[in-house]
């Protein structure tokens, strides 16, 4: 699958004790081939749930998520890393890395090859036969990062990777994120609710918020040279101007179906 | 659940046209209607074995119940002192795990030479087997105790025993409640093994007695009334420990 | 560790205790031995212990009954891992199943196994079968039961996320399910294992030819103390070993 990926019309709404809950509301974008997309918004399930339709995980209750031929998107051509982190704790580092392989049906040696190359990438050399809760919240993303990169897909959800890291960590692995990015050349989508993880991030920022959540804004960041800075003057500018927006004001109605 | 009422009505209803079709011999197996009117028969009549279900379910309760709060009694506090006061654990443990091993059962002959088949043998053999959770969990209540909150009695200033009793028991109480359902449970599992061997009543007397004269349709009695009184006896014991601990285990 | 403060009380004193308390648990049995004529003394017992295990001539059989009393427990255990885990993880994995098929397994479930006995017993008669049979039941309840728990408890995301990674519903029960319910299962078969046996000795304590059960009554009902504490030494021992056994297994089948 080549090319753009469009999502018309998106709505989804949840069956509740006290009638429908309508999360996401006509939601419509493009996600450009190897573009560096993210999703901002405020609080945690109206992103999450567009991630999931995306990733043909939920059905939309109206709209469509569709290729550039206009046929839906395909389980093997996406790979999403979860929040929570879904390594599996019955297998090793290098294990985990090589599952969507072996899923795939990839031979022996060729898995082991790219899992290492894999693992140097993500700068884990030495803890391949280690389990996940030997690693620290950091490592534990950059296997699942590693492992969506083995499913070797066009598309990578990543719903926000980095939430549960400390400031610092956080820091680091974003600098990772980019790198892998710039060198595996991948469309990437990335949800956060953090303002400067979007603006070091994102070739655009889509601003998703409101209740229900739509796309109320975007931002076109490409001018913007990598690696960015938030020392940056043109950014600092954006980013007050972003927040002077106040996209966030009223947030913070209703109760939403959170996992 | 509307899908669990069917499943069940299923069930019965295959039991009883595999008896009355023949595929399963009348000898062996009887159709629960068969069984659901024993069951009421027995409820007022006292063939073939000696006694109504009435009497029996008493003669058995009453043991088993006699045996489990012994176990209590005996079992709580020493488990409890076990874990706060190490004299008491390195006392008491050797012989404990010496004699844990050993299944009720296998106490039945020893219990039954010693002490006869009275009353008095089996609420011993139950109190045997029982006592054990209550040991247990009430053991690893106390030691489950955070330090903190220890530490807080220590200075205020409580003694000891104030600390034990203000502080750590109630911290131990749900894991307490666990040990006593687990030791119910115990209690009347080891009831029906000892009213199997050494009892001439009873709800395990019941069932032997129903192998011993071909009455499938006793048996089967004898054993939903076991198996019902059982799950009642645990379900009653879940509500008082919810409502005893509403504050939750952790606060 | 909490709960035990400092005490002034010399370290080697309380060393000591552990002794003393076995010491005066064995004191106190032979002079009860001594007082009644009907228990025998420690000595005596471990005597008889030590004459069967070492010089089988005097009774070949006793190997033999605790031989014949583990392979019953050991078959129907197998037959009890086969059956519990499959149908805990139909029971987990499958809605519907669970909905029409649950109850009736909780109808069965709080008939001890002790209590299915009698009824076995009439249909299956004295032999092999009857004790594997209910020696089964005893030990598939917590096999199921834990294995149910394992799968239904299982974290979502798990599911999710190797579905994203591509995995077909075979790939899904043997790389996310069964392993992500294996700590359960293994809970499961510990208990199970002792409930075996339990229900194996109570088996063969009412009906049968061989065993370490039917050794057990067979001295009670000639009075003989010695060997019904042997047996009750052994069936103990046996027990130990068992659960001795899973928590080295634990450690090694499941690292994480």
Request: hydrophobic share 50%.
């Amino acid at each position: 699958m080549v090319g753009d990926i469009h999502v018309k019309g998106l709505g989804l709404s949840f069956p509740q004790q006290n009638g429908i809950h309508e999360v996401l509301r006509d939601v419509d974008f493009v996600i450009h081939s190897k573009e560096f997309l993210v999703l901002f918004g405020p609080g945690q399930c109206g992103k999450t749930v567009l991630m999931e339709a995306i990733a043909g995980l939920l059905p939309p209750t109206a709209g469509s998520v569709e290729d550039a031929q206009g046929s839906p998107l395909r389980t093997q051509e996406l790979c999403m890393v979860f929040q929570k982190y879904a390594l599996f704790p019955w297998k090793t580092c290098r294990q985990n890395i090589e599952l969507p392989m072996k899923f795939k049906g990839v031979p022996k040696q060729a898995r082991r090859k790219r899992a290492a190359d894999l693992i140097h990438l993500v700068g884990l050399d030495g803890f391949e036969h280690s389990y996940p809760r030997q690693l620290s919240g950091g490592m534990k993303q950059r296997v699942a990062i590693a492992a969506a990169y083995a499913k070797e897909c066009p598309l990578l959800l990543f719903d926000e990777p980095f939430g549960a890291l400390d400031a610092q960590t956080r820091l680091q692995m974003e600098q990772e994120l980019v790198r892998i990015w710039q060198q595996e050349q991948k469309t990437v989508v990335l949800i956060t609710n953090s303002i400067d993880e979007a603006l070091l991030l994102g070739d655009r920022i889509l601003v998703l918020a409101g209740s229900p959540s739509s796309i109320l804004e975007e931002y076109d960041l490409r001018e913007f040279p990598r690696p960015r800075s938030l020392s940056d003057r043109p950014l600092l500018n954006l980013r007050q101007s972003i927040l002077d927006r106040g996209f966030f004001e009223n947030e913070g109605g209703g109760d939403l179906r959170c996992e | 659940m509307l899908r669990g009422a069917v499943g069940i009505c299923g069930f019965l209803l295959l039991w009883e046209c595999a008896v009355q079709l023949g595929a399963v011999s009348a000898q062996q197996l009887c159709p629960p209607s068969q069984v659901a009117a024993a069951f009421f028969t027995k409820l007022a009549d006292p063939r073939p074995d000696g006694a109504t279900l009435g009497a029996h379910f008493i003669a058995s309760s009453s043991v088993a119940l006699g045996g489990f709060l012994l176990a209590c009694l005996i079992g709580l506090p020493l488990g409890l002192a076990m874990g706060y006061y190490q004299p008491v654990y390195l006392l008491a443990n050797p012989i404990f795990e010496l004699l844990r091993p050993i299944p009720p059962i296998a106490w039945i002959p020893i219990v039954t030479l010693l002490l006869g088949i009275g009353a008095q043998a089996r609420i011993f053999i139950i109190f045997l087997s029982a006592v054990v959770p209550c040991v247990i969990n009430a053991y690893t209540g106390i030691r489950h105790v955070p330090e903190r909150y220890i530490h807080v009695g220590q200075s205020l200033g409580m003694s000891r025993w104030r600390i034990f009793t203000k502080i750590c028991i109630p911290c131990a109480l749900p894991t307490l409640f666990v040990g006593v359902r687990l030791s119910l449970n115990t209690a009347w599992t080891a009831l029906v093994a000892a009213e199997m061997m050494a009892s001439v009543r009873g709800l395990g007397y019941m069932i032997q007695m129903g192998r011993l004269l071909i009455q499938p349709d006793i048996i089967i009695t004898g054993m939903l009334t076991i198996g019902s009184t059982g799950a009642l006896m645990s379900a009653l014991l879940s509500l008082i420990e919810k409502r005893l601990t509403k504050w939750g285990a952790e606060r | 560790m909490n709960g035990f403060s400092e005490r002034a009380a010399p370290r080697r004193l309380l060393r000591l205790l552990p002794l003393l308390s076995l010491l005066a648990f064995l004191s106190v049995w032979h002079l009860a031995a001594l007082c009644t004529d009907l228990l025998a003394t420690p000595l005596d017992t471990a005597k008889a212990l030590a004459g069967m295990l070492f010089f089988p001539t005097s009774k070949v059989t006793l190997l033999h009954h605790v031989w014949a009393s583990l392979c019953r427990v050991l078959a129907a255990y197998a037959l009890a891992i086969a059956a519990g885990v499959l149908l805990g993880v139909l029971f987990g994995w499958s809605r519907r199943f669970h909905d029409y098929c649950y109850p009736i397994f909780e109808l069965l479930r709080p008939i001890p196994p002790i209590a299915w006995i009698p009824l076995i017993i009439m249909w299956l008669g004295i032999g092999e079968p009857s004790k594997i049979a209910v020696c089964f039941i005893g030990s598939v309840v917590p096999i199921l039961v834990n294995t149910y728990f394992g799968v239904s408890r299982l974290d979502p995301t798990y599911l999710k996320s190797a579905k994203i990674l591509g995995a077909g519903q075979r790939a899904l029960l043997t790389h996310v399910i069964l392993p992500g319910a294996l700590p359960s299962i293994l809970t499961g078969m510990k208990v199970a294992l002792s409930s075996g046996w339990v229900c194996v000795i109570a088996a063969e304590m009412i009906a049968a030819r061989k065993g370490l059960g039917y050794l057990i009554i067979r001295s009670m009902e000639s009075g003989d103390m010695v060997h019904i504490l042997v047996a009750m030494i052994l069936i103990g021992s046996v027990n130990f070993l068992f659960s001795w056994l899973f928590s080295k297994l634990e450690g090694v089948v499941c690292p994480w």
